[in-house]
């Protein structure tokens, strides 16, 4: 009971500290790892212990599924160079510049060990960026970029993370295990897209929309622990399942099941957002507790300049990446840009899981866990903090992207249904005719000459001939995802007060 008292307490803070964060217009990451970190100090604070096992599937699949279901293709087809220098070229500098340093301040740390522990820091978290950024409406390329990192990146780290891990608890690897494990992430891709195709199968005959939200859990966990059944890699099998899955969707996921499970889901990612924080901080208190005056000193030490090298390296390479884009490619990055990405390398909930993962008998897993929480918390605050003063003095504008790209399918569906209401000269047709070129839901029981079910009969039949336009819109790469939900979301709600 004292267990589930004290879930309900840091709930209710959760809660307190993203209300606050909204009135600052701050991320509410940043203020959740303040909170965290003050927790791992307060007295008498609550126990929790999780299997360092079950860590990366409880909180990085729901949060990877979550943020790849949103994901455009067609952007990151797009801007596809910036991404992969970020994923690849950013996240493997970071985790070589971590493990030197790592090794200069504590030359008995083995290299594999040192190697794990930048993998550890090197993927930045766009939860926290793009809470700040979509409500100051920046260049639509700018978060395209970020979150196909965030993405992506995870996949990268942690390819590096397990074989670290491993050659550090014995493991050996030649060069075509890492052959091999790199050709289970291209498999991972496979099975992940077969695996959504199969499950949209299933989810087609649920009508029910608490049945149809837990299948969609087991199957996220599911996914995971299959794909770490098969050897594959987990990141890259959920990423491909959840891109398939948001490709299968609106046409066969009714707007009843899908409107309650976008918000299940949100409530779910920010929930265990909470949870990361609140498990890693109560770890650093016995650490803290363990440790001689002289030791905590070192620690803090050797965690501040690991955070230090990380914002270092990143907004270094994303300068030198902007001069060599200017000179050698097409797509010309602004400094300002160029600023605001290298600056938005907040860390999160991966970085939180992976330190909690490292298996007991890791060695200086205590120092691990301190530079994980150290960077989390460093980059939330310090980043996270400034990256909206620093996006309104370099004065960056939304080009407009995602809004000019919704105008034209609502050009496109406002045909589609005058289409289908000008083959019809009945007096429901007439009717009808108003409310399917406007952006407003009508009132269902508003008073008409023509009877409620005659009325919602056509609505229904435009709403489907709507949808599936739609679909072709984005399937043809003419508006991408961002514009595409906002409009789905529109006929979602139509078809609920109709239905």
């Known amino acids: 009971m004292p267990l589930f ?8 803070c959760a809660v307190a500290l993203t209300t606050l964060a909204r009135r600052l217009q701050l991320p509410y990451p940043s203020l959740l790892a303040l909170g965290g970190t003050l927790l791992a100090f307060f007295p008498h604070a609550p126990t929790f212990e999780l299997e360092p096992e079950l860590t990366l599937a409880l909180f990085v699949a729901p949060a990877l599924l979550d943020a790849a ?5 067609r952007d990151l087809k797009r801007y596809w160079v910036p991404v992969i220098t970020l994923v690849v070229v950013a996240v493997g500098i970071t985790t070589v510049a971590v493990a030197w340093l790592l ?16 993998a550890i820091v090197a993927p930045p978290d766009a939860v926290a960026a793009s809470a700040v950024m979509r409500r100051l409406r920046i260049p639509h390329r700018i978060l395209v970029i970020l979150e196909g990192e965030s993405l992506l990146n995870d996949a990268t780290a942690l390819l590096v993370y397990r074989i670290a891990v491993s050659v550090t608890m014995g493991a050996t690897f030649s060069g075509s ?6 050709v289970a992430m291209i498999a991972g891709g496979v099975v992940g897209f077969l695996l959504a195709h199969l499950v949209m199968r299933v989810m087609r005959r649920i009508t029910d929309a608490p049945s149809a939200i837990v299948l969609q859990f087991v199957s996220a966990f599911g996914v995971w622990i299959l794909a ?5 890699s987990p990141i890259v099998t959920i990423v491909a399942y959840a891109i398939t899955a948001a490709r299968l969707a609106p046409q066969n996921q009714p707007a009843a099941l899908r409107l309650p499970s976008y918000a299940v889901w949100e409530t779910v990612v920010f929930v265990l957002n909470v949870l990361a924080f609140v498990l890693i901080g109560l770890q650093i208190r016995p650490i803290y507790e363990d440790l001689a005056p002289h030791e905590r000193w070192h620690y803090l030490q050797i965690a501040l300049s690991v955070l230090g090298m990380v914002i270092g390296v990143r907004v270094t390479w994303v300068l030198i990446y902007n001069r060599l884009a200017n000179w050698l490619s097409q797509f010309k990055p602004t400094i300002g840009g160029s600023l605001v990405v290298g600056w938005s390398g907040m860390r999160g909930i991966v970085t939180l899981a992976t330190a909690y993962a490292l298996p007991a008998g890791f060695p200086h897993r205590d120092l691990a866990v301190v530079c994980a929480f150290a960077v989390v918390v460093g980059t939330l605050v310090v980043q996270g903090m400034t990256l909206r003063p620093l996006i309104l003095a370099l004065k960056l504008r939304d080009d407009g992207t995602v809004e000019r790209e919704v105008r034209r399918a609502q050009d496109v569906l406002a045909l589609v249904a005058l289409e289908i209401l000008e083959e019809d000269d009945s007096e429901t047709a007439r009717t009808l005719r108003d409310e399917f070129v406007t952006t407003e839901v009508a009132d269902p029981d508003a008073p008409h000459a023509t009877s409620r079910e005659a009325r919602n009969r056509l609505r229904e039949r435009i709403i489907a001939s709507q949808r599936r336009a739609l679909v072709s819109l984005r399937d043809t790469a003419e ?4 514009a595409f939900h906002r409009l789905e979301e529109h006929l979602d709600r139509i078809e609920v007060v109709v239905s």
């Not at 008292?5 to 209710?12: A, G, K, R």
């Not at 770490?228 to 594959?232: D, F, K, N, S, T």
């Open 5 to 12: 008292q004290s879930l309900l307490v840091l709930l209710v």
């Open 69 to 73: 279901f949103d994901t455009s293709l």
């Open 103 to 118: 090794r200069q301040m504590v030359p008995e740390m083995p290299w594999s060990a040192a190697i794990a522990v930048g």
């Open 177 to 182: 295990t890492t052959v091999l494990l790199s």
């Open 228 to 232: 770490e059944e098969l050897g594959l």
């Open 479 to 482: 508006i991408g995802d961002d």
